[in-house]
């Protein structure tokens, strides 16, 4: 079945959305996010490359946060690993869809009992809105977090605006 889930734009709000959190609790996420923030979607506990993935950014979470930087993650998961910063779970397909995700099935009954989004990442600015969205097909295709900070520090620093706001 083909995609046609209409990506975030670049400059424009991602859509509000609530998750729940592994404690009982829940995030809301999107819309105004009163601070700059790291949005990560990872695919979940089944997949060998997020665990290294969110290991890193756990690692990192004092820079991204010393440079004004929240850190969110979330997943279709029901589960998590224990990561410091805040994990929504539980992330239904149709909010997968609103933000423009890949989902997809399980290959196998072992790897996963539910639907899930490919891995992607959103820097929202304060107002929320998207500074740099980077959505992948598969597991293998993920922002290089050393570089994404980095970037992300010299925007806030001179005030750069969202790019790709062209349409045609």
Known sequence: ??????????????????????TGGSLSLGGNTNGWQLLIVYRGRHCG?????????????????????SVVAISADITEYGWTFPVGCDLDEATMHSLGLYVSDPLTPDETNRRFSEPAVFCLRTDGTVQIAAISNGPSARPDLEALLDGMIFTIENEKPARGTVSP
């Open 1 to 22: 079945m083909k995609n046609t889930s209409p990506k975030p734009a670049a400059a424009e709000q991602l859509p509000q959305f609530t998750v729940n959190t592994p």
């Open 49 to 69: 490359r997020c665990k290294p993935y969110l290991t890193q950014v756990e690692s990192m979470q004092k820079r991204w946060n010393d440079a004004g930087i």
